[in-house]
């Protein structure tokens, strides 16, 4: 398949994923909020609490990017199910608030006075009555139910995450620790680990990559050995910054793009818990089915492919960045950017209302603004190969897996009580 025939059939499958999920929300869901007279407005509510959630994970210590992303969909769920346990700003507001404070609390304890704080003057903002008792209940309720649902899902600690895993003898295309630590591979255990709507943890497992002969592998390999290299000649200043950015954690850069959706949208808390919930719990289910594939195939780096292979060795051969300690087959950033592309694509539409400026802790001084989702996608997919971690065919994959788990997770959402 070429790649305007791939274009095109993931934007008809991003609609189609949106239709069906378009009809059976509910139409309030997509109706932008008024300003409360006297009050605040429930995007102004919305976002407090996208921002409490922020700095809770940041609490949480968690140092994986998969419990990061649990903390925000157990939280998320357990709000969008109870702001759709009942009707009214009172009642909405209370659950919401109280939906968050509970499973932030339990799930980042140290943020608890901050939590508390917040969800006081939350309350406090809320008039006193039987709505708002039924919401406080209800935010209670469901954030017990999720919390539990989730318990054991094996992906609440790093250690769970980060399993002991022995990688195969070394031999031509099997993955080996990397320099410069030669640590030992991590996330091993993501692929058992519970998903949120997958049928089995396999079911979008990628097919194996290129042969180390065929002219696909080899076209890639010299790309990634000319524009990865750390002292590069080939790679432009625009592409080295691209390459930086991107460098970061995917959720670093997505938790400032979904924030801006948010601010921009303007829409009902239903909406709101909607969008952050899904974003979350189907990225999970991508990490899923990514790692699945990484720990399957168990290819390796460029830079091992680089100093040791056979076409064109060069053993002083080093990446931009330092390589991630797990096995390189598909891309995870690209998964991860590709998913968020779909999600984004059907709850929010093609792309942003307004341009959304973003910044790296990987690339200090730069900001990257963004007018389309499928433009970080490909500043991904791109910015990867430049930092010579990645060969262009497991980007392209993990883009592409990426996409048909949001594909499949949108119209079942509902399964999560979400529409």
Not at 179 to 192: D, K, W
Not at 205 to 210: F, K, N, Q
Not at 220 to 235: D, F, I, K, M, P
Not at 285 to 293: E, F, G, N, P, T
Request: aromatic share 8%; proline share 9%.
């Amino acid at each position: 398949m070429n790649r305007t025939t791939g274009t095109l059939r993931a934007a008809a499958a991003v609609a189609a994923a949106a239709a069906t999920l378009l009809t059976a929300a509910p139409a309030q869901a997509h109706v932008a909020t008024p300003p409360r007279h006297g009050g605040v407005d429930q995007t102004a509510l919305g976002l407090q609490w996208y921002d409490l959630t922020n700095g809770a994970v940041a609490a949480s210590g968690q140092p994986e990017q998969v419990t990061q992303n649990r903390i925000w969909a157990i939280s998320w769920i357990a709000a969008a199910r109870a702001v759709r346990d009942g009707g009214g700003d009172s009642f909405q507001d209370a659950a919401f608030a109280s939906a968050l404070h509970d499973t932030l609390e339990s799930l980042a304890p140290l943020d608890a006075p901050q939590l508390d704080s917040a969800l006081a003057s939350s309350l406090a903002a809320i008039p006193d009555g039987p709505a708002k008792s039924a919401g406080i209940g209800a935010g209670q309720h469901e954030a017990a139910l999720e919390l539990a649902a989730r318990a054991s899902d094996g992906l609440a600690t790093a250690a769970q995450v980060d399993i002991p895993w022995t990688p195969p003898a070394p031999a031509p295309g099997v993955w080996q620790p990397t320099p410069p630590a030669y640590a030992p591979a991590i996330r091993a255990g993501i692929p058992s680990a519970q998903s949120f709507l997958l049928s089995s943890n396999s079911e979008f497992r990628a097919g194996p990559p290129p042969a180390l002969n065929s002219p696909a592998y080899l076209k890639a390999l010299a790309e990634v050995h000319s524009v990865g290299s750390a002292t590069s000649t080939t790679r432009t200043p625009a592409q080295t910054d691209v390459a930086n950015f991107i460098a970061q954690p995917s959720i670093a850069l997505y938790e400032q793009v979904v924030r801006g959706a948010l601010a921009a949208a303007h829409r009902p808390l239903t909406w709101q818990t909607q969008l952050v919930a899904a974003f979350n719990a189907i990225e999970i289910d991508q990490q899923i089915a990514i790692y699945d594939a990484k720990f399957t195939y168990v290819r390796w780096r460029p830079v091992t492919a680089i100093r040791t292979g056979t076409v064109d060795p060069d053993p002083s051969w080093t990446s931009l960045i330092v390589t991630p300690a797990h096995p390189e087959y598909p891309s995870g950033h690209a998964g991860y950017a590709g998913t968020a592309e779909a999600v984004l694509t059907a709850l929010v539409g093609p792309r942003p209302v307004h341009p959304i400026a973003t910044t790296s802790k990987t690339a200090p001084g730069v900001t990257l603004t963004f007018t389309s989702w499928q433009a970080i996608t490909q500043d991904t997919i791109n910015g990867r190969v430049w930092e010579g971690v990645h060969f262009r065919f497991s980007d392209d994959t993990g883009a592409r897996v990426g996409r048909e788990v949001a594909f499949h997770d949108l119209p079942r959402l509902w399964q999560l009580g979400l529409f």
